[in-house]
């Protein structure tokens, strides 16, 4: 027997967050996001409030002793500072509320636009869509945006188990704060994860509390400047140039605390605790909703096992900490056999100049309340350095007590068939993620900076007004316009993401409709004993042997002829792990394979925001001809170009016409004709006039 349901059972659940999450036994599971505008640090009945010993209280408390705590859950709180600052949230929280399900099942989500002024959509990250890639949320790629006050129903099925989210892809919207965990379940847990006892959800976000992400964007193109002097681009530890981008401070599920800059104190705003029994074991799923900042996440006291990337299970690895880039996910199983008490978790956004720590407590049951957090992160010595997943780079500077373990060598933990080279059936593409030239802007992908269309591409694709087939883009120069990739059906796909030229600095990468197999990572070249940056991969070389000293590398292809047709040396054909974002570390490159089997429009770009809004993308074109038909009544979008200024310019004759007479005669005609011509003060004819007999009548049975 089919059965369905109708809504999401509401629950209190994932890390004291309310969401929806679906009957087990459903097959079409239905819940509905609604996004409006809220304020941080306000309650609705007790108006503004302040933070104080990891609390909040009412604006006009003077001596917190004789008052009861504002209930936190029901405050955006972000940071604790107190100016309230407009944030764009789905159901009134931030983040929004976890939607759960169930592998297999249907997902039904009515979107809901009450902002007053802005357009949303939807994007269901690392949800593959598969046979619904009109329901991917991409703005101006899958969908028109949904404008203020009109809903958008999403409708598809969650065909894998996986830690995803969802997020505004319109615009900076995701900065702004609109964005929630989407977790699928299995209905049997793994063998291996059933003797898990709790699972939580972490999602980490940078944090600016006096403006908003459109606001960050201008600012990172243009120079930040405060009390009347310029923010320097900040700088990974390896001393490589990061972003523009300025956050105050990071948020862990929509709390954080600001740290004074000069003093080095917070300011004792309330953080997310995580409860947990002394002798249990726990699920925790990161999720890494920034927009520019990547954080190396650890707990005090306990190492941490790895057990998933992206959604994919891997095999279990123990670290001390890992690095997770915009976008990405990682799960990690934590046991409880520390001393009862709290514990900080960390998320350090590693930056030279301002660390802007994301924090939260792992809280054992039975610690005393009220307790100051002292607890320290794993001491690690160059003996047994500590095992640091994930990093942006090869080696860390001058620091021999951690050593990094890069993605690629992760195991699937999962039996795979990795796409093989096929002649005749295989395509490969370099794809340069950079910023060409020493300048901030603009980011591209192969020196040409994405145009947005003005349309539905995938339902309009014939109204892309700029596609760069079309624009004349020459190899030496940077170029604006909509660049597209044509994928065949069925072909193995092989792309080299490269991050090659003058700007120093990591990107990270997501594609949309797909999970990749990491093959090979190549790094740059660096003093192994100092981690210091000495230059790029020269596996790869850019057209007419380009440096990196130079702002172009246009056509790269592979050094070594040999390697070309798929037969690159050091790839993992057997169990590579599989994703949907990856960081691409400056001066290197990552191999990856798809198979060309998901007809859509599929977005590849940076996840970072400054980046995406500046162009570092592009749209891969995958197997047209196999697309499923767009959905009935599906909006449309495109310009106006207006009415032809000549039709009013041009003046028309004069026309003569004879006076309408007044009468309440009877109108003597010749045709039906002329009785329209006449009226008649007592005219209550609803109506056809017809002229009758060489009289004008009103025929009632018209």
């Given at each position: 027997?089919?059965?369905?349901?109708?809504?999401?059972?509401?629950?209190?659940?994932?890390?004291?967050?309310?969401?929806?999450?679906?009957?087990?036994?459903?097959?079409?599971?239905?819940?509905?996001?609604?996004?409006?505008?809220?304020?941080?640090?306000?309650?609705?009945?007790?108006?503004a409030v302040y933070a104080k010993n990891g609390s909040l209280y009412r604006y006009d408390v003077t001596d917190i002793n004789l008052a009861r705590p504002v209930n936190s859950g029901e405050v955006i709180a972000g940071d604790g500072w107190e100016k309230q600052r407009m944030v764009v949230v789905a159901n009134?929280?931030?983040?929004?509320?976890?939607?759960?399900?169930?592998?297999?099942?249907?997902?039904?989500?009515?979107?809901?636009?009450?902002?007053?002024?802005?357009?949303?959509?939807?994007?269901?990250?690392?949800?593959?869509?598969?046979?619904?890639?009109?329901?991917?949320?991409?703005?101006?790629?899958?969908?028109?945006?949904?404008?203020?006050?009109?809903?958008?129903?999403?409708?598809?099925?969650?065909?894998?188990?996986?830690?995803?989210?969802?997020?505004?892809?319109?615009?900076?919207?995701?900065?702004?704060?609109?964005?929630?965990?989407?977790?699928?379940?299995?209905?049997?847990?793994?063998?291996?994860?059933?003797?898990?006892?709790?699972?939580?959800?972490?999602?980490?976000?940078?944090?600016?509390?006096?403006?908003?992400?459109?606001?960050?964007?201008?600012?990172?193109?243009?120079?930040?400047?405060?009390?009347?002097?310029?923010?320097?681009?900040?700088?990974?530890?390896?001393?490589?140039?990061?972003?523009?981008?300025?956050?105050?401070?990071?948020?862990?599920?929509?709390?954080?605390?600001?740290?004074?800059?000069?003093?080095?104190?917070?300011?004792?705003?309330?953080?997310?605790?995580?409860?947990?029994?002394?002798?249990?074991?726990?699920?925790?799923?990161?999720?890494?909703?920034?927009?520019?900042?990547?954080?190396?996440?650890?707990?005090?006291?306990?190492?941490?096992?790895?057990?998933?990337?992206?959604?994919?299970?891997?095999?279990?690895?123990?670290?001390?900490?890992?690095?997770?880039?915009?976008?990405?996910?990682?799960?990690?199983?934590?046991?409880?056999?520390?001393?009862?008490?709290?514990?900080?978790?960390?998320?350090?956004?590693?930056?030279?100049?301002?660390?802007?720590?994301?924090?939260?407590?792992?809280?054992?049951?039975?610690?005393?309340?009220?307790?100051?957090?002292?607890?320290?992160?794993?001491?690690?010595?160059?003996?047994?350095?500590?095992?640091?997943?994930?990093?942006?780079?090869?080696?860390?500077?001058?620091?021999?007590?951690?050593?990094?373990?890069?993605?690629?060598?992760?195991?699937?933990?999962?039996?795979?068939?990795?796409?093989?080279?096929?002649?005749?059936?295989?395509?490969?593409?370099?794809?340069?993620?950079?910023?060409?030239?020493?300048?901030?802007?603009?980011?591209?992908?192969?020196?040409?900076?994405?145009?947005?269309?003005?349309?539905?591409?995938?339902?309009?694709?014939?109204?892309?007004?700029?596609?760069?087939?079309?624009?004349?883009?020459?190899?030496?120069?940077?170029?604006?316009?909509?660049?597209?990739?044509?994928?065949?059906?069925?072909?193995?796909?092989?792309?080299?993401?490269?991050?090659?030229?003058?700007?120093?600095?990591?990107?990270?990468?997501?594609?949309?409709?797909?999970?990749?197999?990491?093959?090979?990572?190549?790094?740059?070249?660096?003093?192994?004993?100092?981690?210091?940056?000495?230059?790029?991969?020269?596996?790869?070389?850019?057209?007419?042997?380009?440096?990196?000293?130079?702002?172009?590398?246009?056509?790269?292809?592979?050094?070594?002829?040999?390697?070309?047709?798929?037969?690159?040396?050091?790839?993992?054909?057997?169990?590579?792990?599989?994703?949907?974002?990856?960081?691409?570390?400056?001066?290197?490159?990552?191999?990856?394979?798809?198979?060309?089997?998901?007809?859509?429009?599929?977005?590849?770009?940076?996840?970072?925001?400054?980046?995406?809004?500046?162009?570092?993308?592009?749209?891969?074109?995958?197997?047209?001809?196999?697309?499923?038909?767009?959905?009935?009544?599906?909006?449309?979008?495109?310009?106006?170009?207006?009415?032809?200024?000549?039709?009013?310019?041009?003046?028309?004759?004069?026309?003569?016409?004879?006076?309408?007479?007044?009468?309440?005669?009877?109108?003597?005609?010749?045709?039906?004709?002329?009785?329209?011509?006449?009226?008649?003060?007592?005219?209550?004819?609803?109506?056809?006039?017809?002229?009758?007999?060489?009289?004008?009548?009103?025929?009632?049975?018209?």
């Amino acid at each position: 027997m089919r059965l369905s349901l109708t809504s999401c059972v509401v629950l209190v659940i994932l890390g004291g967050a309310i969401g929806f999450q679906c009957d087990q036994n459903a097959t079409i599971c239905r819940t509905s996001l609604e996004i409006t505008e809220k304020l941080t640090m306000f309650h609705e009945t007790e108006k503004a409030v302040y933070a104080k010993n990891g609390s909040l209280y009412r604006y006009d408390v003077t001596d917190i002793n004789l008052a009861r705590p504002v209930n936190s859950g029901e405050v955006i709180a972000g940071d604790g500072w107190e100016k309230q600052r407009m944030v764009v949230v789905a159901n009134g929280t931030l983040p929004g509320p976890p939607i759960v399900a169930y592998k297999g099942q249907v997902l039904v989500i009515h979107v809901k636009n009450s902002l007053p002024s802005d357009t949303v959509s939807v994007h269901w990250y690392g949800i593959e869509q598969r046979g619904t890639p009109y329901m991917d949320g991409a703005s101006f790629i899958t969908q028109c945006p949904i404008n203020p006050g009109q809903t958008f129903t999403y409708t598809f099925r969650v065909d894998e188990s996986g830690t995803f989210w969802y997020h505004s892809s319109a615009g900076a919207q995701r900065g702004k704060g609109l964005y929630g965990a989407l977790i699928v379940l299995d209905r049997e847990p793994p063998a291996n994860l059933d003797k898990v006892d709790g699972d939580f959800v972490l999602q980490i976000q940078d944090w600016n509390h006096d403006y908003d992400a459109e606001q960050g964007y201008m600012l990172s193109k243009d120079g930040v400047y405060e009390n009347r002097s310029q923010i320097l681009t900040t700088r990974l530890p390896r001393g490589r140039n990061n972003s523009l981008w300025n956050a105050h401070s990071s948020l862990i599920n929509g709390n954080g605390r600001y740290y004074d800059p000069q003093t080095g104190k917070h300011n004792e705003a309330p953080l997310r605790d995580f409860k947990v029994q002394e002798g249990k074991s726990y699920r925790f799923r990161v999720i890494n909703a920034a927009s520019v900042y990547s954080y190396r996440v650890s707990v005090d006291g306990h190492n941490i096992t790895i057990i998933a990337s992206d959604g994919k299970m891997v095999v279990p690895v123990e670290v001390e900490s890992f690095w997770v880039h915009p976008g990405e996910r990682f799960d990690f199983l934590l046991e409880a056999t520390a001393r009862r008490g709290k514990y900080m978790i960390r998320g350090v956004a590693e930056d030279a100049i301002n660390p802007i720590p994301a924090e939260a407590v792992l809280h054992y049951f039975g610690a005393r309340p009220n307790v100051d957090i002292n607890s320290e992160r794993s001491q690690c010595n160059e003996t047994e350095p500590c095992t640091v997943l994930n990093c942006p780079f090869q080696f860390y500077l001058n620091n021999p007590k951690l050593r990094c373990l890069a993605i690629e060598e992760l195991v699937s933990d999962v039996s795979n068939v990795i796409p093989e080279y096929q002649e005749s059936h295989f395509q490969e593409f370099f794809l340069n993620f950079a910023i060409p030239g020493a300048e901030t802007y603009p980011a591209t992908v192969n020196n040409v900076q994405f145009l947005q269309p003005t349309v539905s591409a995938l339902s309009q694709p014939n109204e892309i007004v700029k596609p760069c087939s079309k624009s004349g883009c020459k190899g030496n120069e940077t170029c604006t316009c909509t660049n597209i990739l044509d994928v065949i059906h069925n072909n193995t796909v092989q792309f080299v993401f490269m991050n090659m030229g003058k700007r120093q600095t990591s990107h990270t990468i997501s594609m949309h409709g797909h999970s990749f197999y990491v093959l090979k990572m190549g790094f740059a070249n660096y003093n192994e004993t100092t981690g210091e940056y000495i230059s790029q991969n020269e596996d790869i070389k850019c057209e007419g042997n380009a440096t990196e000293d130079e702002a172009f590398c246009n056509k790269p292809s592979w050094t070594n002829p040999e390697w070309r047709n798929g037969n690159v040396s050091g790839l993992n054909l057997v169990d590579p792990p599989q994703k949907d974002t990856v960081v691409v570390p400056y001066g290197g490159y990552v191999v990856l394979r798809i198979k060309a089997d998901n007809p859509g429009f599929w977005m590849i770009k940076s996840n970072s925001l400054p980046e995406s809004l500046n162009g570092m993308a592009v749209l891969m074109n995958e197997s047209f001809s196999y697309l499923p038909d767009v959905p009935k009544n599906f909006p449309t979008c495109r310009n106006f170009e207006g009415i032809d200024p000549d039709v009013l310019w041009t003046t028309p004759e004069p026309v003569t016409t004879t006076p309408i007479p007044t009468t309440t005669e009877p109108s003597t005609c010749v045709t039906s004709g002329d009785c329209h011509r006449h009226t008649w003060n007592n005219d209550n004819c609803l109506h056809k006039w017809e002229c009758i007999n060489g009289i004008c009548h009103c025929n009632s049975s018209t």
